[in-house]
């Protein structure tokens, strides 16, 4: 019983480390300019769709730097044609003009690029590797692209902290994330740090939908998984890039293990046509942490005055 | 020189307080129920009645609930498909199960079914905030719509898992041609929405505003958070509910959960964004808005001349779609319900305006 389990738990952990990568890019963007990013899902989409039908006519690494071009271009018209007209709004204004965004993105995506299903071969090896045989019988089985997404989402973890923690850049974005108009007294040009920002959000947008386009075909369903990378985001807390990585840890095995532990009891209890709670599942389970956190994980501390 | 309030003196508390206390407005308003009663079942063709005039005034009514929510309390909720479920189920289980009963009361049953799953759904906002609140509302719409899709007994044991409603009679009417559909949905939105206007003015309303422009400071001057939130989620909520109703029976007549999604939830939100937050006339607008651009958008190409295919269509509908919506944002962030208004200030002043 603990085998299969402990394969699920580490599949869920996988998927989680994907999730994580989707909101590290809500994450960004919040952080630095508080807006409510609901187009990442979109943007994710694009980048997919993007690489994958540029990877079709050139080589990889070539379709890869003219993608990165391309999102550096996407959140430069994102700043210019509709931030920079919307500043001082509210923040539900700026989420409704990100959900505008979203749609414009999925259409236009998918009028350039085309709306089939693509492939994105990245020529990652495909055969499950076993570990563990000598403790459990079989031993566990785990899929070496999740293992290399894995990595890679590690490795961009660790790049982005060090941009933050280190480079002038990284600075000038956690002053701007911890107070605008201080930032701006100082001399810091919010409108260069929101294309910034935008852009490496475009970037981990580009790397998220690498990994979720090799794993399922980019698709259009692929920017639905924003949805997915929602209760992460308020699990581990809106402003906290590590609170993104842990969520989307606890979301993933949290709901894999829900579906094979949970689930046959839900369904035997009360007479399901089936079980498919990893739809709901996530948000009850961040919901629950909220209801003891309500600033979630990592998030920093509310302080309300009158 | 016409709407000008001059000459118009109040003489009793009564008066001060009317819900309409300008008579021009009065007037208005008299004169568009009576149009839309009388005038426009005169002209009104087939598709004029299901693809604009019914879908506006069910998802009118789903946009209040959604106002009185986050235009009014300030709750920011991404449930409402999920609540429309609640009340297009609960209303087909009464339908089903008591067949006898009037459907007026199917409808109110649908409403306070909701209301119950509102205020329960509406509990965590006593500690989750802002952005938090709105992914925690989606808690609900997944759950819901899960359950909807999953629990036997919700849909009579269909093995599609649509359902689908019979004859609708209302005092031996048979309500089943557009035009009687029309009437229905008219008389529902007519009574809600002025249900609605006064309960926002009063000392509900006047709770709901505090706790959405400062909840600290509002309860600091003694109104229950609990209170005030609690019924803001179960007004919002009843409406929502039944506006899902009156969606399921009237407008779809058999559906599955997937008309309940969350794309439902996006658009009555786009609907009170655009239509003007805390604006009852604002729902309307935005709701007439919101359905009629597809319709436009759709027609475009056909009006231009310009051939393409289905799936090109859809495309570049969901691009105009979401630019004029961003549009929309940069031009009048306030909404419709502040074009309204501010045409009615130069209108007050016209033809001298200093």
């Given at each position: 019983m603990l085998g299969p389990v402990l394969e699920t738990l580490i599949g869920g952990l996988m998927?989680?480390?994907?999730?994580?990568?989707?909101?590290?890019?809500?994450?960004?963007?919040?952080?630095?300019?508080?807006?409510?990013?609901?187009?990442?899902?979109?943007?994710?989409?694009?980048?997919?769709?993007?690489?994958?039908?540029?990877?079709?006519?050139?080589?990889?690494?070539?379709?890869?730097?003219?993608?990165?071009?391309?999102?550096?271009?996407?959140?430069?018209?994102?700043?210019f044609l509709?931030?920079?007209?919307?500043?001082?709004?509210?923040?539900?204004?700026?989420?409704?003009?990100?959900?505008?965004?979203?749609?414009?993105?999925?259409?236009?995506?998918?009028?350039?690029?085309?709306?089939?299903?693509?492939?994105?071969?990245?020529?990652?090896?495909?055969?499950?590797?076993?570990?563990?045989?000598?403790?459990?019988?079989?031993?566990?089985?785990?899929?070496?692209?999740?293992?290399?997404?894995?990595?890679?989402?590690?490795?961009?973890?660790?790049?982005?902290a060090v941009f933050f923690q280190v480079t002038r850049i990284g600075r000038a974005l956690r002053a701007v994330a911890d107070d605008h108009q201080a930032a701006q007294s100082v001399g810091i040009p919010l409108n260069h740090i929101w294309l910034m920002v935008w852009a490496v959000s475009g970037l981990v947008a580009l790397v998220a939908g690498?990994?979720?386009?090799?794993?399922?075909?980019?698709?259009?369903?692929?920017?639905?998984?924003?949805?997915?990378?929602?209760?992460?985001?308020?699990?581990?807390?809106?402003?906290?890039?590590?609170?993104?990585?842990?969520?989307?840890?606890?979301?993933?095995?949290?709901?894999?293990?829900?579906?094979?532990?949970?689930?046959?009891?839900?369904?035997r209890t009360f007479d399901l046509a089936g079980g498919g709670i990893e739809n709901w599942f996530a948000y009850v389970l961040a919901l629950v942490f909220l209801l003891v956190r309500p600033q979630g994980l990592f998030g920093e501390r509310i302080i309300e005055r009158v | 020189m016409l709407y000008r309030e001059v000459g118009q003196f109040k003489t009793s508390y009564g008066a001060d307080q009317a819900i309409f206390p300008i008579a021009q407005d009065r007037w208005f308003v008299f004169a568009l129920i009576a149009f839309a009663f009388l005038a426009v079942p005169l002209f009104a063709g087939q598709y004029l009645y299901t693809e604009v005039l019914i879908p506006v005034l069910i998802l009118s009514i789903a946009a209040i609930g959604l106002n009185i929510l986050t235009g009014y309390c300030g709750q920011l909720s991404l449930g409402s498909g999920g609540f429309m479920a609640v009340g297009a189920y609960a209303a087909y289980n009464?339908?089903?199960?008591?067949?006898?009963?009037?459907?007026?009361?199917?409808?109110?049953?649908?409403?306070?079914?909701?209301?119950?799953?509102?205020?329960?759904?509406?509990?965590?906002?006593?500690?989750?905030?802002?952005?938090?609140?709105?992914?925690?509302?989606?808690?609900?719409?997944?759950?819901?719509?899960?359950?909807?899709?999953?629990?036997?007994?919700?849909?009579?044991?269909?093995?599609?898992?649509?359902?689908?409603?019979?004859?609708?009679?209302?005092?031996?009417?048979?309500?089943?041609?557009?035009?009687?559909?029309?009437?229905?949905?008219?008389?529902?939105?007519?009574?809600?929405?002025?249900?609605?206007?006064?309960?926002?003015?009063?000392?509900?309303?006047?709770?709901?505003?505090?706790?959405?422009?400062?909840?600290?400071?509002?309860?600091?001057?003694?109104?229950?958070?609990?209170?005030?939130?609690?019924?803001?989620?179960?007004?919002?909520?009843?409406?929502?509910?039944?506006?899902?109703?009156?969606?399921?029976?009237?407008?779809?007549?058999?559906?599955?959960?997937?008309a309940f999604d969350v794309n439902r939830s996006f658009q009555v939100l786009f609907m009170i964004i655009i239509g003007g937050l805390g604006s009852i006339l604002g729902s309307f607008l935005g709701a007439s808005f919101i359905v009629l651009l597809p319709i436009f958008l759709n027609q475009l190409p056909t009006w231009l001349g310009i051939a393409m295919s289905t799936a090109t269509i859809s495309h570049i509908e969901f691009m105009l779609f979401g630019a004029i919506i961003v549009l929309f944002l940069i031009a009048e962030p306030h909404g419709l319900a502040r074009l309204w208004a501010i045409a009615k200030e130069k209108l007050r002043l016209w033809p001298f305006p200093y």
């Open positions: 998927t989680g480390v994907l999730y994580s990568l989707v909101a590290l890019g809500f994450v960004l963007i919040f952080k630095a300019s508080g807006v409510f990013n609901f187009a990442q899902g979109a943007m994710v989409l694009f980048a997919a769709l993007s690489f994958a039908r540029l990877s079709e006519a050139m080589p990889l690494v070539l379709a890869f730097a003219l993608s990165v071009l391309i999102m550096i271009a996407l959140a430069y018209a994102i700043e509709v931030l920079r007209r919307l500043v001082n709004q509210e923040g539900i204004i700026l989420f409704m003009a990100t959900l505008g965004i979203a749609y414009f993105l999925e259409g236009f995506g998918q009028s350039i690029w085309g709306s089939d299903i693509y492939k994105i071969g990245l020529g990652l090896p495909t055969n499950p590797i076993f570990i563990l045989e000598s403790v459990f019988p079989g031993g566990l089985l785990i899929d070496p692209a999740e293992l290399i997404a894995a990595i890679i989402c590690a490795v961009m973890v660790l790049v982005l690498m990994m979720w386009g090799a794993k399922l075909g980019v698709q259009f369903s692929l920017s639905l998984i924003a949805l997915k990378a929602l209760p992460v985001l308020i699990l581990g807390g809106f402003t906290s890039i590590p609170g993104a990585i842990v969520g989307g840890l606890i979301i993933g095995a949290g709901e894999k293990l829900a579906e094979v532990l949970l689930a046959p009891v839900l369904i | 009464l339908a089903l199960r008591l067949p006898q009963t009037n459907i007026i009361l199917v409808f109110l049953f649908a409403g306070f079914m909701a209301m119950l799953v509102g205020i329960l759904f509406g509990l965590p906002s006593l500690r989750i905030k802002g952005f938090y609140l709105a992914v925690a509302t989606l808690a609900a719409q997944f759950f819901l719509e899960w359950a909807f899709a999953r629990v036997k007994w919700f849909t009579n044991y269909a093995p599609s898992g649509s359902v689908a409603v019979g004859r609708i009679e209302l005092f031996g009417i048979t309500i089943d041609t557009p035009a009687k559909i029309y009437i229905f949905v008219l008389a529902m939105t007519v009574v809600l929405a002025l249900g609605a206007k006064n309960l926002v003015r009063g000392r509900m309303g006047r709770m709901w505003m505090a706790m959405r422009d400062m909840d600290i400071a509002a309860e600091i001057i003694g109104i229950r958070p609990l209170h005030a939130k609690l019924s803001a989620f179960a007004v919002s909520s009843f409406y929502i509910g039944v506006a899902g109703a009156l969606w399921g029976f009237l407008r779809l007549g058999s559906w599955e959960p997937l």
